[in-house]
Structures are given as structure tokens and as C-alpha cells.
């Protein structure tokens, strides 16, 4: 699978009605404003995107939620895009249209979708080419959008920046989440002891269902030193770290001599001790997808999919919501004790 990335310019979705057979109009969250989650408004009357030469425009059927949109929802975000607009990067759906340049698709095709130009909370949405990928008939809609960031982002952070290697043992801080998840079974997949946290006896449950060898409860204290017990005091090789404004420590008092620490996420600072970076010799790596190159990328979305059709890599729904139920999507990705998988919401 060849993806020209560079193509992938970002643009503004055209309303142009142009040729277009079926409904012109669809239902679609808009947001007129930053703010809180109330600001997540459902419109029936919003016009169909059409996609541009090197677009496909695309019947979504489920729209994956990640933490990011909420920070653009509330204007807090580096990159905002200009109001109104429909959030939305990763969805799942049938390619209703093609634009002329377009090689890969063909209408009827199902489709996974990960950074759309017109937002994915709605029932059509415009993609670049190199941005839609084709989804497996083992896989449903819903399970088509919990890939895009999660499974990229966990493949970034564990094979091109940390280069995992069978044999070593990792330590998924926040294993119950859809990156977590995506985190166990791309480590299973390669050979890894894996060591996974969750917050809640749903989410210890879950993790050990998918493969994790050996879990921990992060709210109950003195679960490092278990951890520690358990590695037989040589700390765990690579820990990936999903909230280290709350978790950077730890992981330094538990990762490995010569280890690595690959941060996904954070809400916030916090003060660490260089002297633990120092006695350990560690490594500490952020990641952010969007800085892959093209030849990342392309290795990430060959990688993913590949999984998918293999089945070693099985997306888990935590939970589903309809578009008017967007703003408690929100609300309960911010704010959930413990994830059990990935949040969805059914256009």
C-alpha cells in the first residue's frame, strides 16, 4: 500500500451540490463556539461536504472520540479551526463518492477514516485519499473507528520511537483505554511480557482478557512496589505513559536501567528528579502522530491494517452514544475513573 502523504494538504470542505444524487442535507454536530460540551449542538440541516479531486466523501457510520477534540471544543487546543465546524478526526463508513484523482476507492467500499477535513460527528464526511483506509470484513463500523489514532498513535509510540523487541517487558500505565488497548495487543503480537494498569475491576478484567500477563489496580497504593516485586527489581524495559503530569515519577522509579519512558499524554506539569533520569540512564520520548513523516506514516497505516486483517489487532468498544448524546461523549472521556475501551458515537 503506497500513500503519498505529502499530497495531504489540509483545506476547507466544499458545499457544493454539484452532481450529487441522494440527500443534500445531513445531520451533523456543529459548533458555533468554544466552550464546554453543551456547545456540541446537533443540526439537521447541515449541507452534504463534496470531496475535492484527491477526496472521498464517505456515509459514516460510527465516529471514533479522542480526548484531543474536547481540548479543540473548548478553545484550549494549539490548532483551532474556525468556527462553525464539526469536530471529528477518526471514523468508519461505506465511500459514497470518489473525486476524479481519487485511484484507491470506489463507492460501496468500507472504509476506516483518521484526520477528515469536514469533521467525522456526522453522517457524511470528506477525506484525502491517503487518509482513508480500507477496513476489513471482521471488523463492524464501530470497531472501524476505535483504529485511526489510537492504533497509530500506539504503534508510533511502541514500534518507531520506543522499537520494541521480543523478550522485553512493558508496562501500559492505562492499559484499559483504546490506546491501551491498541498497546497490548500490538506488544502481544511481538513477543512482550506485558504488564498493564487499570483504575476499576472492569478494567483489570478487560486487560487480562486481552493477553496482559500481569495487572494492577493504579488507585490502590503501593502497587509500584508490586510492580517492582514482580520484575523481580529490575523494573520493566519500556513503560508507556498515557497521564504523566500524575505518573512521570513512578515510571522513572520503575522503569529499567537504560529503559524508556514514551509519554502519550498528559493534563498538566509536574516535577520530577533528573537525578532518577541519571541513575537510570533513561530514556524519556513524547509522541504526537501528526509529526510522522511519510514514510512513517505509510509503515504505520501498512502495519495497522495488516493486524486487522490478521487478527491480532481487535479494536474494543467501551461504550456508544448517538450525536445527541455528543456532549456527554465528552464529558465521559475526560472524566471516566477507568476506560474499558474505546467511546463511539452512531450518527
Known amino acids: 500500500m503506497i500513500i503519498n502523504v505529502s499530497n495531504c494538504k489540509p483545506r476547507s470542505p466544499s458545499m457544493s451540490l454539484s452532481n450529487r444524487i441522494g440527500p443534500l442535507t445531513m445531520r451533523a454536530i456543529r459548533v458555533a463556539t468554544f466552550g464546554g460540551p453543551e456547545v456540541l449542538q446537533v443540526k439537521t440541516d447541515v449541507t452534504i461536504p463534496q470531496p475535492a479531486d484527491n477526496e472521498v466523501l464517505v456515509n459514516i457510520k460510527a465516529a471514533g472520540v479522542n480526548p484531543v477534540e474536547t481540548y479543540i471544543r473548548a478553545g484550549v487546543y ?60 471482521a471488523l463492524d463500523f464501530k470497531q472501524g473507528a476505535a483504529l485511526g489514532v489510537p492504533y497509530f498513535t500506539a504503534y508510533r509510540a ?26 497490548i495487543q500490538l506488544a502481544r503480537s511481538r513477543g512482550l511480557t506485558v504488564y498493564g494498569t487499570a483504575g476499576s475491576q472492569d478494567g483489570l478484567d478487560l486487560i487480562k482478557k486481552l493477553g496482559v500477563h500481569h495487572a494492577f ?34 515510571d522513572l522509579d ?30 524519556i520520548l513524547g509522541v504526537m502522530l501528526w509529526n510522522s513523516s511519510e ?37 465521559d472521556i475526560v472524566n471516566t475513573k477507568s476506560s474499558t475501551g474505546r467511546l463511539v458515537l452512531i450518527p
Not at 86 to 109: E, H, I, M, N, W
Open 158 to 183: 511502541l514500534c518507531i520511537k520506543a522499537k520494541i523487541q521480543s523478550g522485553q517487558s512493558l508496562l501500559i500505565h492505562g492499559a484499559s483505554g483504546s490506546v491501551g488497548i491498541a498497546c
Open 254 to 283: 520503575m522503569v529499567s536501567v537504560n529503559g524508556t519512558i514514551v509519554v502519550i499524554g498528559s493534563r498538566g506539569n509536574v516535577e520530577i528528579s533528573p537525578r532518577s533520569i541519571m541513575a537510570k540512564e533513561a530514556n
Open 78 to 137: 494549539k490548532r483551532l479551526p474556525p468556527l462553525p465546524f464539526t469536530p471529528g478526526s477518526d471514523g468508519a463508513g461505506v465511500v459514497d463518492k470518489v473525486g476524479s484523482k481519487v485511484k484507491r476507492f470506489k463507492p460501496g467500499d468500507r472504509v476506516f477514516l483518521c484526520q477528515t477535513v469536514s469533521g467525522s460527528y456526522a453522517e457524511y464526511g470528506t477525506v484525502n485519499e491517503c487518509y482513508t483506509h480500507p477496513l476489513t470484513a
Open 295 to 331: 514514510e512513517e506514516m505509510q509503515e504505520t497505516v501498512r502495519e495497522v491494517v495488516k493486524g486487522t486483517e490478521s487478527g491480532e489487532l481487535v479494536p474494543v468498544i467501551g461504550k456508544e452514544y448517538t450525536l445527541e448524546e455528543a456532549s456527554q461523549a465528552h464529558f
Open 217 to 250: 489496580n493504579h488507585r490502590e497504593e503501593g502497587y509500584e512496589k508490586r510492580i517492582m516485586e514482580t520484575s523481580k527489581d529490575k523494573g520493566v524495559d519500556c513503560i508507556v505513559e498515557m497521564l504523566s503530569n500524575v505518573n512521570l515519577q513512578k
